[in-house]
Every structure is written in structure tokens, then in C-alpha cells.
């Protein structure tokens, strides 16, 4: 039996109702990544990270749960787990990611904040008030659930006295640049990836790393946002030559990244095909700027193409060889019950 | 078995700022590159979206909620119809008239509100 759409995307609304995210991290999880960074408490400018990368381990290990249960006759049985939900935060429960890919997100987290602070750029970061921004509620068209959550964040932000945000990933970009001044009224603040602030910026490479990397472009970022030619202009200023595959730019094709929660299968099936354009290109090693692409396409890859986030990419040419990054806490168990703030 | 209109979601499909499909030409570009190789998406279910065929339409749920809305058929679309845009519509029409999720936040109480006080 396939998985119940109803009752997964219920299970997402209830959560985003109720927990403020669709998959409710606390708060100490999704901020540990800037402990000893020494970044400013809020900001005109802030880094929002919409806790899309610290999702990731989480929604990577339920998605392995989801694809257990898909086409069993426990599928039959999810909506007693929507039930559950209500009452406590079982999908927090049931999701154990391992320490190795929690701290790998984290760092890409650090790699942004490292490469933004060594180009000069001044920012601060909400910690605990740092939301999610609702984008998987969009594309579901849960409209109304959106809306109500829309309004949280705005009035987070102003809160704040937020002015500017800097991005990471391509659906919170798309979700506060794109999507919230249609469903909100007075929305005005500022938004740039950190991609397009870093080319602006005309950041400066300490070094050059004359490696080739195939590079795969999001669909958000190269179809919704126009985030095409910066990663480039970075990458290449760097040294690293740029292998292409033909389904590039605007034209690039789907990680299978949007339906895993859904359609496991098929999403895996969608990533093993991008995977095979992107070795077709010859290259040994590709980059992502989405950690949806990122967990999609190492997954279908199974090893046979090694793929990092543009932020390490980055990182390495222009950051100091010396600059560490500092421990990330043990990762704890999931919160079980209870408010949790901040997502 | 006969086709059956129904009005009401065809005076809403009518009546909406999102759905677009009108310009559609039936050329079948999107299909042609679609990831998921959906023989039916996007323009037979948006033909039966305009002609307020909500049966046929709600049979293809599975489908409708496969999308990636990776957009590729849009960036192609020889029409400009706002594919990805169109199906976020018909999703949003199965979550509330076939799942009963996404009430007006009016008529719910904020859950999140009242766990945050």
C-alpha cells in the first residue's frame, strides 16, 4: 500500500500548527551550530537559516523510516502515528540521525557564517527565534496553515528590527523574497542568498584550488530566483573548473528532493537519473546549494560520486587554512513533548 | 461511464487568481520533459480542471501530489501557464474538500499561540 498523502501532510500541518515546524527540532538543536562563533544576538541584517540545514539529518533519517513502511501493510497504520503526533512530538521521536551527518549540516551552517565574516559582511542571528519559513507547507498548499505561520515569522522579524536577511538555502530565499509579499501584506524586509551577497561582495579567494567539480544547480535558485551565475563567479574566481551537464542553469533537473516524504521510491529513482547526468559530465566530485539536493543526490549516488554542499567548496579557498571550527556539542536525544520555541 | 461536471468546482477553478491553464495549447512540452514521465500532467488533468470534471480530476490525487514542482515544465511552456502554480491550486482544493486539513485560521483556534503563552 503507498503512503497515505493525507495523513503525512496532516501529520506536517499539525506539526506546523503546533510545534511552529513541520518537523519540530528544539531549540538547543537548531542552534548548537553557532555556539563559539560569536555571532551577535539579532540585527538590522541577520543570517536566517529557516533551520533548513539542521532539518536535514532528521528528515533524511525519517525518510529512511517512511521508505521501510512504503508499500507494506504498515502504511495502512500512519494515520495512527498522525494520531499520536497530536500529543507528542513522535516524528521528533522517531527520527535518529546519526552524529556524523548532524555535524556534517552543522558545518555547512559554520562554513557560511565563516565565508560571510571573512568577506566583511556584518550580520547577527535570532538563535531560538530563527523559524522555519514554511516552505514545504507552500508547495503542499496548505494556503491558510502557511499564511498563519507567515505571520509568525513577519512578526518575529519586526520584532527584531530585522531590516535585512541573508540566506542560505534556496527555499527559505524563494519562501521570504518570493512567497511571503503575496501572502502578506507590509512585507518589506530585504533578501539575498548568501551566494548573491558573497559575489557582490567581490570576495576575495586566499587561494586557488584548481580542482574540476560538476555542479548542479537548484531548481529554486536557478528557475524562482535567478541564482544562476554567482555560485559560478565564485567557484571559478577560486580556481575550481566548472564541469556542466547539459541539464544546467535554468534547465537543471530535479534531486527527486520534493516528494521523498511522500513517494520515496520515485524520489530515489529521480535521484539515481540526475546522478547519472551529473557523471556524465566525467567529473569525480560535484556541489549542491541545497541541502535537500545535497541529501537526495548523496543517497542515489551511493558513494559513486562524492558531493559536498558549495559551502565547503567555498570554504576552502576562501577561508584561513587555520581557522577552526569549534566543537559541535553531543548530539542529544529528540525532545519528546512539550512547547518548543524557535521551530 | 459519462463525464460529470460539477459546478462548484468549476465556478471555483472559474473564479480563481491562481489557475491559469486557459492559454494552454496542448502542445505537450511539459510532459515531454517532465522527471516523473506523468503521461496525464500537466495538460489532460488541467483540461479536465477547466471543464470542471472533479471526479477525474480528484482520481489523478496521486499524481497531483507527485509533482516536484521542479518547474522544468514551466521554464518550457511555450503558453506561459503557470504550471507549478496550477498544481499547488489543486492540491490546496484536495487538502481542504478531500483531506479536511487547512481550515481558515479564523475558525481555529492558533494552537501554536496557545503553546507559546
Known sequence: ???????????????????????????????????????????????????????????????R??????????????????????????????????????????RMLQNVAGLLQQAGVQFGYLYE????????????????????????????????????VITLDPHTTNMLRSVYPTVLEGFDVEVSSYLEVLAEADAEPL???????????????????????????????????????????NLTYCCGGPIEA????KSHDIGVARVEQLKGTGGKQATTMCPICLASLDKAAGGSLPMEDISVYLRRAYCPVSATLPDIPESQEMVAAGPLRGL | MASKVDLEFARE???????????????????????LGIALMPRKLFRHTVLGLKDEVLEQRDAIFQCLLCRLCQENCTADVHIAENVRFLRSYI???VFGLDADPAERKDQYALAHR
Request: aromatic share 8%.
Open chain 1, 129 to 164: 527565534d530563527d523559524l522555519y519559513a514554511g516552505a514545504l507547507a507552500y508547495d503542499m498548499g496548505v494556503d491558510a496553515t502557511l499564511q498563519a505561520h507567515a505571520r509568525r515569522v513577519q512578526a518575529t522579524l519586526r520584532k527584531h528590527g530585522v531590516r535585512k
Open chain 1, 65 to 106: 523510516l517512511l521508505e521501510r513502511v512504503e508499500d507494506t501493510f504498515l502504511a495502512r497504520y500512519v494515520f495512527l502515528g498522525r494520531f499520536a503526533n497530536r500529543f507528542i512530538n513522535l516524528s521528533g521521536l522517531a527520527a535518529r540521525p546519526s552524529r556524523a551527518d548532524v555535524e556534517k549540516y552543522d
Open chain 1, 207 to 249: 587561494r586557488r584550488v584548481a580542482e574540476d567539480v560538476v555542479i548542479h544547480d537548484s531548481c529554486v535558485y536557478a528557475r524562482c530566483e535567478g541564482v544562476i551565475d554567482q555560485p559560478r563567479r565564485l567557484l571559478e574566481r577560486a580556481g575550481y573548473l566548472l564541469l556542466e551537464p547539459r541539464e544546467s542553469r
Open chain 2, 95 to 97: 487538502d481542504r474538500e
Open chain 1, 1 to 63: 500500500m503507498p503512503l497515505p498523502t493525507g495523513d503525512i501532510v496532516g501529520l506536517m500541518v499539525d506539526n506546523l500548527n503546533k510545534r511552529g515546524s513541520v518537523f519540530p527540532l528544539s531549540a538547543r538543536k537548531s542552534t548548537r551550530w553557532a555556539k563559539g562563533l560569536g555571532i551577535p544576538r539579532g540585527g538590522e541584517t541577520v543570517l536566517y537559516t529557516g533551520a533548513m540545514y539542521q532539518l536535514l539529518p532528521y528528515i533524511v533519517s525519517m525518510v
Open chain 2, 13 to 35: 477553478v472559474a473564479t480563481s487568481e491562481e489557475f491559469n491553464a486557459w492559454a494552454c495549447m496542448n502542445c505537450g512540452v511539459c510532459t515531454a520533459v517532465c522527471p
Open chain 1, 262 to 265: 511522500l513517494f520515496p521510491k
